[in-house]
């Protein structure tokens, strides 16, 4: 019983101690949850979307819980590239764990420029690139739902990082392996999905959308039917690794996107009811594999049978 | 006062509490009392927990809650109900666990010259009161207080103002309790008559802003605890933000509690009806 189950994973050239990531945006860059969690547990930290310029977001009210799920509209607030690399990053820095900058912009240029910051940092290990914000006016989501906008982004980043360029996909799109399709020619390593499902919610006695924006990004375990099966069919369409994310609350809604063919997975608003839900799915999971005699923890990946 | 230095940040605590009482204390409250005793032990005055108040299968996030009194290892909430949280909130009992994390959030400033204080609160403002006002009757301060509330039966921590306060001035919106009106027609006569060091303010948005105002003419130091939906409550999500002359900042760990002089009420938002 004492058998050690292997939990690295690859995703491009970059090997995670496990699949376990946080998703972009819920997590800041870790250092509030390092009070409840040892950040060396999980897989990498998923940084908060950074842009080339400070972004102010979004009005408030800026969440509204749903059943099951909550909609946001945050909006990228960050305080830009340079105060990120001089603050978070350096922090990060000292903590024992792989760090993946998520990237925004509202323009390839932008995109690019952010990239270009960040290739000289070592304490960057991989990139996201979010091509799916919904929280937006411009860019952000717009360049998710096109398959030469997405290209576009990919071809761009990629000419300028040597760093695993991992590509962010949006569900609010007909088909999503188009998209993974046309990434992947691009020379994306990885794509991670999903980001949030476009929503609405309205109070019937003020009769005003609960959320300042009037739409946002819905999330949490209402959204994992929908995620998990966009990573079934994009694992299916693409060769590169598939990160996984959409309402995983416990270590077996992870084994759950890993047996549909995600690589690593993320955890994102559960963190919110629970700050310490990234290192007790990581430890869930190795659980999982020892009690059923699964030797290395990649066996999942794509295990389901049909 | 200065925004929480990120390097000063306290730890917040993750603890697993059970429930000691849960009462009804005035109409559409409840007081709940929880054997916490490391969050109990460190909260200070204008600090809040948040509560995960339902647990299961059922995604439910969780709900932020001032602390209203701590005494040893118990910690004293005041809530009223509304929703969905507050009502699961009002169906725990005796024995029952619950995790809370706190203690949580930059809490009210206590100068360490005041001598006159007045505090300022409208309906369940009156919450993250309790313990300033009996922090501060027990530093010796004089203390008024000036509650409103919508009628007679809604208003709460009566005995408790009326152990910490030298003076205690009520209003009610129906006149069935004091003053016949809201709570900010008794600001001015009391800044005039006690020349109070600083006020202290919570209720309604737009009561704490007219406050603010009036605290402002008269030349005195004020202090709000704004309240924002909020979602991981430690500084994460950047779900709680309020606008200030300093930029954004987060509701869970630059306040709840603010300078008055430094928020932006033109952007402020708009207060949810109770
Ligand atoms: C720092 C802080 C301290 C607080 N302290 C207390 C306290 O001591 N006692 C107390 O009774 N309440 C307090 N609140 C408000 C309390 O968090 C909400 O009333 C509670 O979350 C409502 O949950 P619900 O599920 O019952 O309501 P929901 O079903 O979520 O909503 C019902 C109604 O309550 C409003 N509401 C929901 N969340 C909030 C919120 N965070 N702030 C204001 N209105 C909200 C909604 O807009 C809606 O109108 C505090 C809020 C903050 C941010
Ligand atoms: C409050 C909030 C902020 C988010 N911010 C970002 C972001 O900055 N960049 C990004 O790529 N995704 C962002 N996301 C999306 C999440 O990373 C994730 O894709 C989505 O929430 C689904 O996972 P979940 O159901 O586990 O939360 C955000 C989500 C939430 C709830
Ligand atoms: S509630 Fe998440 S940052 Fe304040």
């Known amino acids: 019983m004492n058998q050690t189950v292997n939990m690295k994973v690859r995703l491009g050239s970059l090997e995670l101690r496990n699949p376990v990531l946080t998703a972009s945006g819920t997590f800041a860059a870790g250092r509030e949850y390092s009070d409840f969690i040892d950040l060396s547990t999980l897989g990498a930290v998923v940084t908060k979307g950074v842009s080339l310029h400070p972004w102010a977001g979004n009005a408030s009210p800026r969440i509204a819980e749903t059943a099951s799920g909550m909609l946001n509209s945050i909006g990228l607030q960050n305080p830009g590239v340079e105060a990120f690399c001089a603050g978070d990053l350096l922090w990060l820095a000292t903590q024992d764990v792989p760090v993946i900058v998520n990237v925004s912009g509202h323009s390839v240029e932008e995109y690019v420029a952010v990239a270009r910051r960040l290739e000289s940092e070592p304490t960057v290990s991989a990139l996201e690139v979010n091509i799916s914000c919904p929280n937006v006016d411009e860019g952000g989501m717009a360049f998710g739902t096109s398959c030469p906008a997405a290209a576009e982004v990919t071809r761009a980043v990629r000419a300028v990082t040597s760093k695993p360029l991992i590509v962010k996909l949006s569900p609010n799109v007909t088909d999503i392996t188009e998209i993974a399709r046309a990434v992947e020619a691009e020379g994306a390593d990885a794509v991670s999905l999903i980001n949030t499902l476009l929503g609405m919610a309205i109070d019937t006695r003020t009769f005003r959308p609960k959320l300042a924006r009037a739409v946002g990004g819905l999330s949490g375990p209402a959204i994992k039917p929908v995620a998990v099966r966009m990573v079934w069919q994009v694992a299916s369409a693409v060769q590169i690794p598939v990160v996984g994310m959409g309402g995983i609350m416990t270590a077996d809604d992870a084994v759950e996107f890993m047996l549909a063919g995600a690589t690593a997975v993320a955890v994102g608003t559960a963190n919110f009811v629970d700050p310490t839900t990234t290192s007790s799915v990581a430890q869930g999971l190795e659980a999982f594999c020892r009690e059923r005699s699964i030797q290395s923890v990649a066996e999942l990946t794509g295990a389901v049978r049909l | ?274």
């Open chain 2, 1 to 274: 006062m200065t925004c929480a230095d990120e390097t000063a940040r306290d730890r917040a605590l993750l603890e697993r509490v059970s429930v000691l009482s849960n009462d009804r204390v005035a109409e559409g409250v409840g007081l709940i009392v929880l054997q916490s005793p490391r969050v109990a032990r460190s909260v200070r005055p204008g600090q809040f927990v948040h509560l995960r108040v339902a647990e299961g299968r059922d995604f439910v996030l969780r709900r932020p809650f001032s602390v209203h009194a701590a005494h040893g290892d118990r910690l004293e909430i005041l809530y009223q109900v509304l929703g969905v949280g507050t009502r699961a909130l009002s169906l725990s009992g005796r024995g029952d666990e619950m995790d809370v994390i706190g203690p949580l959030g930059h809490g009210w400033e206590i100068p360490d010259t005041l001598s006159h204080a007045l505090l300022v609160c409208g309906g369940l403002g009156a919450a993250p009161m309790g313990m300033l006002a009996t922090e501060l009757a027990a530093r010796g301060v004089a203390v008024s207080v000036a509650q409103g509330a919508p009628t007679a039966p809604r208003l709460v921590a009566r005995d408790l103002f009326a152990d910490a306060a030298r003076r205690h001035e009520i209003a009610t919106d129906d006149g069935s309790a004091g003053h016949h009106g809201f709570v900010t027609a008794l600001v001015e006569p009391l800044l005039a008559g006690d020349s109070p060091d600083v006020v202290y303010v919570c209720g309604p948005e737009v009561m704490q802003r007219i406050v603010a105002a009036q605290a402002s003419a008269a030349g005195v130091p004020c202090q709000v605890s704004l309240e924002r939906l909020m979602g991981c409550g430690i500084g994460a999500c950047l779900s709680c933000v309020v606008s200030t002359v300093h930029g954004q900042k987060r509701a869970c760990v630059d306040g709840p509690v603010f300078n008055a002089n430094e928020v932006l009420w033109e952007s402020a938002e708009i207060p949810p009806k109770h």
